[in-house]
Each structure stands twice: as structure tokens, then as C-alpha cells.
């Protein structure tokens, strides 16, 4: 079995940074590709951000492109969204997520998932 849990999350101003944190417990993360997603409220689960399991292959949806970085730990067991120049639009839940099918973009395609932790950009 397989347990996500995110951290990192929290309160921040417009312009801002966040460095958010998924530690894999149970088999090595070095198995999966790995995933992170946001949900608004009143919105659909989207994509933000892909890596492969050794890193090599990366990701990026274009509304976070050039703000993001997604990076990974193997010999850790995490997974790191690290996010600058925050904006109001990317308040969400945030979410990670293992995929035991290769490295993919699509959520349904994901077997593992964190409870998500909250981010909130003010304005």
C-alpha cells in the first residue's frame, strides 16, 4: 500500500513563493512517476505538473510554465513543487499523486493521492 502525504502549503501574498512537499510511504517513490494537481472551489481537478520516476521527464501545464518547478528525491521518497511569483488564480488545493502507468498528465490516470494541502494567494 501506498501513502501520500502533502505538506508546505499555506497563506501567501501575490508575488510570492511556496515550496510544497509529498513524502511516499510504504514502496519507494523511485517506482513511480509522480503528479501534482490543484482543485478551486467550484472547479474541475487540473493538472500542474508531471515528473518521471527518475526525474528525467517533466511536465508542465502552461498556466504555471516558467513559475513552477516539480522535482524529486528518490533516496527521500519526495516529491517538490516549488512555486514562485504566486497569483490569486492559483489558490487551490493542491494535490500529489502516484501513477503506477507511466508518466502521464491525465488524473484518472493516477492510482495514489494525497488528502492535498491549501494554497492561497491574496491579492
Known amino acids: 500500500q501506498v501513502q501520500l502525504v502533502e505538506s508546505g502549503g499555506g497563506l501567501v501574498q501575490a508575488g510570492g513563493s511556496l515550496r510544497l512537499s509529498c513524502i511516499v510511504i510504504?514502496?519507494?517513490?523511485?517506482?513511480?512517476?509522480m503528479g501534482w494537481f490543484r482543485q478551486a472551489p467550484g472547479k474541475e481537478r487540473e493538472f500542474v505538473a508531471a515528473i518521471g520516476w527518475n526525474g528525467d521527464s517533466l511536465n508542465y501545464s502552461d498556466s504555471i510554465k516558467g513559475r513552477f518547478t516539480i522535482s524529486r528525491d528518490n533516496a527521500k521518497n519526495t516529491v517538490d513543487l516549488q512555486m514562485n511569483s504566486l497569483k490569486p488564480e492559483d489558490t487551490a488545493l493542491y494535490y500529489c499523486a502516484a501513477s503506477r502507468r507511466g508518466f502521464q498528465i491525465d488524473a484518472s490516470l493516477y492510482d495514489y493521492w494525497g488528502q492535498g494541502t491549501q494554497v492561497t494567494v491574496s491579492s
Open positions: 510504504g514502496r519507494t517513490s523511485s517506482f513511480y512517476p
